[in-house]
């Protein structure tokens, strides 16, 4: 990839469940910093529609809250699904929209996924718990290194990895391992 290539930050989660909201919360912090030849969406959940937009980019860098991953949060390197790609009218998973954007769009760009681990997301409320907000700040200090370098590297569990569609094992102890 040549140097300044563009990049899609695409966050998603519900501010209104407490960390549920750290993918928009990172999202908002890195637009606020308007890094050149990045651009930044969040939404509630991952749409079909954003398969075009997807489309356009040479990087994409999807981010969620993650309730049982490593800490401060983990990322690794997300290829499209294979044959029978399925989701439902109201969400996508990342590697079910990668798949569309080389089906659809003939595009296959560098993806990521980050999972940014939050604690409390059963209750009602727009703020985040004091160590989620913790975890988000190295994940935006992280973020934004690697787009400065355009150097993402994997920060991955030592338990088998996290599956896109955001299901992550429980053992007891995690560690992470810097790839």
């Given amino acids: 990839m040549s140097h300044g290539a563009s990049t899609l930050v695409l966050a998603w989660g519900n501010p209104g469940r407490l960390d549920d909201g750290l993918g928009p919360?990172?999202?908002?912090?890195?637009?606020?910093?308007?890094?050149?030849g990045v651009?930044?969406?969040?939404?509630?959940?991952?749409?079909?529609?954003?398969?075009?937009?997807?489309?356009r980019h040479d990087r994409i860098v999807f981010v969620d809250a993650d309730r049982t991953g490593g800490e401060p949060f983990w990322i690794q390197r997300l290829?499209?699904?294979?044959?029978?790609?399925?989701?439902?009218?109201h969400s996508v998973a990342p590697d079910a929209?990668?798949?569309?954007?080389?089906d659809l769009f003939d595009s296959e760009p560098e993806a990521w996924l980050m999972g940014i681990r939050g604690y409390e997301f059963d209750e009602f409320?727009?703020?985040?718990?004091?160590?989620?907000?913790?975890?988000?700040?190295?994940?935006?200090?992280?973020?934004q290194a690697a787009l400065h370098t355009n150097g993402i590297r994997e920060i991955r569990l030592t338990a088998p990895d996290p599956d896109p569609a955001d299901v992550i094992p429980e053992p007891a102890d995690l560690k992470v391992t810097h790839v």
């Fill in 39 to 55: 651009t930044v969406a969040s939404d509630y959940q991952l749409q079909v529609e954003y398969a075009e937009e997807v489309s």
């Fill in 125 to 143: 409320g727009e703020w985040l718990s004091e160590q989620a907000r913790a975890n988000l700040d190295e994940a935006v200090a992280f973020i």
């Fill in 79 to 89: 290829e499209p699904a294979g044959q029978g790609v399925s989701f439902s009218t």
């Fill in 97 to 102: 929209l990668l798949a569309l954007v080389r």
């Fill in 25 to 36: 919360a990172l999202a908002h912090r890195l637009e606020a910093r308007s890094l050149h």
